[in-house]
């Protein structure tokens, strides 16, 4: 769905499903890419990253995807758990400033 | 292996007054970054202390002020509190600062910071 104001977009699947979250970044120079999960009064928790030099990298039940020609960034979680119900964010980095993050998706996942 | 810790986790101060945050970087780490999570958003970068120094600083007020301690720990002080200023506010560390390649930052738990 859309993201208004202070709604995050919400992606809700039944557990067993694949879930694919994405996300779309803003500057050209940006070549390291993190997602990060956050669950309910929690810090951000370092999932997977990847490097502008690749477009695939797999991880334990995780994938990211890169597509610098449209500047577009996914996370595919396999296998969806109720323990992977939160908020995940994708943040990008050029080497010169800090972690820019973007608005975040909610991730429901029903037993 | 001690990840990154934070105190207190949670704060109630009044409008005008001031707060320090504390912040223990992960083992190994040497660079602390401080960001403020407002309710529904992602963490807003506000500065980066490596050597002691801040490196970057976000797009926020002088009342935001740092201090990093040659144990790598930092603190963040806010003066003259605001009602904006509640939030999450969460500290991050890495191996060496994000415009050198320390750009894998690891999250503490956050101090969630209540303006009345």
């Known amino acids: 769905g859309e993201s208004v104001g202070l709604h995050l977009p919400t992606l809700s699947v039944q557990e067993g499903d694949n879930s694919i979250i994405n996300c779309a970044y803003s500057?050209?120079?940006?070549?390291?890419f993190i997602w990060y999960k956050q669950e309910s009064g929690k810090g951000p928790q370092f999932i997977i990253d990847?490097?502008?030099?690749?477009d695939k990298r797999q991880g334990q039940r995780v994938t990211v995807l890169l597509n610098k020609t449209v500047k577009h960034l996914s996370l595919q979680i396999a296998a969806t758990q109720p323990g992977d119900s939160a908020v995940y964010f994708c943040?990008?980095?050029?080497?010169?400033?800090?972690?820019?993050f973007g608005k975040g998706t909610m991730l429901l996942v029903s037993p | 292996d001690a990840g990154v810790t934070q105190s207190p986790t949670h704060l109630i101060k009044t409008r005008g007054q001031q707060v320090t945050l504390r912040c223990s970087p992960k083992s190994g780490h040497d660079t602390v970054s401080w960001y403020q999570q407002a309710l529904g958003q992602g963490p807003q970068f506000i500065f980066q202390y490596y050597e002691e120094e801040e490196r970057q600083r976000g797009n926020f007020p002088d009342r935001f002020s740092g201090h990093q301690f040659p144990n790598y720990s930092s603190e963040l002080n806010v003066n003259a509190l605001l009602l904006g200023d509640s939030a999450l506010y969460l500290c991050?560390?890495?191996?060496?600062?994000?415009?050198?390649?320390?750009?894998?930052?690891?999250f503490g738990p956050g101090t969630r910071l209540t303006v009345t």
């Open positions: 991050a560390s890495s191996r060496g600062p994000t415009g050198t390649g320390g750009r894998e930052q690891y």
């Open positions: 943040a990008e980095n050029d080497g010169y400033s800090t972690l820019t």
């Open positions: 990847i490097r502008s030099n690749m």
């Open positions: 500057n050209s120079a940006s070549d390291y």
